[in-house]
C-alpha cells in the first residue's frame, strides 16, 4: 500500500493489484462485516485469510466474520463459513442491519466495499486511524449484539437488545440491585423490571440460572 491515507479503486481487479497484499499480511485481527459472501468473494479475499488461519504461526489471529442473515440463504455460503469456523473463525449473524460492508485488518487498514456498477464494485482503502477506529466501534457494536452462528441456525435462542444485554452484565458484576440500578441510570423498579423479563425470556428459574443459560446461548459478551 502506498503513503496514501485514504485511495479508491474500481473493482476487484485493481483492489487486488493495490490492496490484495493486505490479506496475507493480517497477524492479529482481522474483522469481516459483510451482508453476503459475494461482497468479498474477490480477490481472493478468502483464501488468503484461510491460508493465514493454516499457518503455524498465527495462534494469535483472531478472525471475526459479522453477516446478515442474506449469507446463509445458499448451502455453499454454509459450507464456508462452517469450514473457516473450524480453523478458528468466529461467526455471528446480526438481525440489524450492518453500518458498513467492510474489512478492519489489524485495525490499522479499512477497505469499504461501495456500490456495484458496470465497471465493478468500488472500494475505498484507508489507514486513518480516526476512520479505521470509528468504523470499528461502529462494527462492535453490531458484533455485541449478533448471535453466534449455530445459536441463529437453531432459531430457539431470544434475542437480547442493548439494553437487556446491560442488564446481563450487571447481574454478572455482583453489584447490588441499587448500585447496578444507578449504573446503568435506571430507577430500582425498572432495574428489577428488566431482570424479571430477562429471566423469563432466558426460561430461567433464577438470577444464576439466567447467566448460565445466557453462558451456552454465547449471549453474554
Not at 437453531?154 to 440491585?177: F, I, K, M, N, Y
Request: aromatic fraction near 4%.
Amino acid at each position: 500500500m502506498r503513503n496514501e491515507e485514504v485511495f479508491s479503486v474500481q473493482g476487484d481487479a485493481e483492489l487486488a493489484a493495490r490492496a490484495g497484499h493486505l490479506f496475507a499480511s493480517v497477524s492479529s485481527d482481522f474483522l469481516c462485516a459483510a451482508r453476503d459472501l459475494r461482497t468479498w468473494s474477490q480477490p481472493v479475499a478468502r483464501a488468503a485469510v484461510l491460508r493465514r488461519m493454516r499457518t503455524p504461526d498465527t495462534s494469535g489471529l483472531t478472525v471475526r466474520k459479522l453477516l446478515s442473515p442474506l449469507a446463509l440463504v445458499e448451502e455453499e455460503a454454509r459450507a464456508h463459513l462452517r469450514l473457516v469456523r473450524s480453523r478458528g473463525a468466529l461467526v455471528r449473524i446480526s438481525g440489524s442491519p450492518l453500518p458498513h460492508e467492510t474489512i478492519i485488518i489489524d485495525r490499522r487498514v479499512m477497505i469499504l466495499a461501495g456500490r456495484e456498477s458496470s465497471a465493478g464494485r468500488a472500494y475505498t482503502v484507508t489507514t486513518s486511524r480516526n476512520l479505521v477506529e470509528g468504523v470499528h466501534s461502529l462494527c462492535q457494536a453490531v458484533w455485541d449484539d449478533a448471535l453466534d452462528l449455530d445459536v441463529w441456525l437453531r432459531g430457539d435462542a431470544p434475542h437480547l437488545d442493548a439494553g437487556s444485554r446491560a442488564v446481563l452484565e450487571a447481574l454478572g458484576s455482583g453489584l447490588t440491585d441499587a448500585a447496578a440500578a444507578g449504573r446503568l441510570g435506571l430507577s430500582l423498579r425498572t432495574y428489577r423490571r428488566r431482570v424479571a423479563g430477562l429471566m423469563a425470556a432466558l426460561d430461567a428459574g433464577s438470577r444464576f440460572q439466567a447467566g448460565l443459560r445466557a453462558g451456552e446461548l454465547g449471549l453474554s459478551r
